[in-house]
């Protein structure tokens, strides 16, 4: 059976909230994959429309109705799988029972609040770069656990943000330290894949282009239906480590 790896008992280190995140992570793969995959499409909406219209595939941008309804789809789609996919993780780190109807559900009433707080977050961050880097730098990382706040505690978008920064206030070094080793290893990750797609590449010319690109896709598909639960699991221990913290510091042990 699987312990209880949500909250943790006590204070972790950076070693131990890794190691959580990791646990969180191989735990909940099979069962957040459907996420993953079905995020990666969503975000993939704008270049199925550019194709069934006849449009060259680049960056989507909206240009009349229809094209902006496809925008707001994938965004909320994208907004509310991510929410999900979290809600997911932690009902399994807790060894609670899972249930996609319920997950989407009330990720899709929180849609609203994340996008509301994604905006507001993001003018905090630039107005923090614009006065200098450093303190864009300490923003951001203060806001960081803004998102799980909001899903988890069900807290609104302002709220969020607040207790974010209370979590994170006394914490930000070792928070930081957390998000920069799990950017890290996202990016060794992705950077291993890369390599070996090109050696692939190079072993496959002279290969039909539609089975070349029928691959590519596959592989686009699972490096997101991979990293963003691994994303999502290190956010989560993350998490639940600042919330023990900020209470045994509210008690006064």
Known sequence: MLKRLYPPLRPQSVGEVLDTGFQIFAASLIKTLPYGVVMILAGQLGNIYNLASGRPLGRFTPRDLPSSVVYVVSLVALSALFMAMMLRQRAIAQGEPTSMRAELLRALGQV??????????????????????????YVAVALSMAFPA????????????????????????????ILVVTIVMLAVFYFLVLVLAAIAVQFARGADLVLVSAASTVLVIALGAFSTPFFTAMTLAQFGNLKVRHAAVAAGT
């Open 112 to 137: 609203p609040a994340q996008l509301a707080m994604f905006l507001f977050s993001s003018l905090a961050v630039l107005l923090g770069f614009v006065l200098l880097i450093l303190p864009g730098l």
């Open 150 to 177: 909001l899903v988890f505690e069900r807290q609104g978008p302002i709220d969020a943000l607040a207790y974010s920064r209370r979590l994170v206030r006394g914490n930000w070094w070792r928070t930081n330290a």
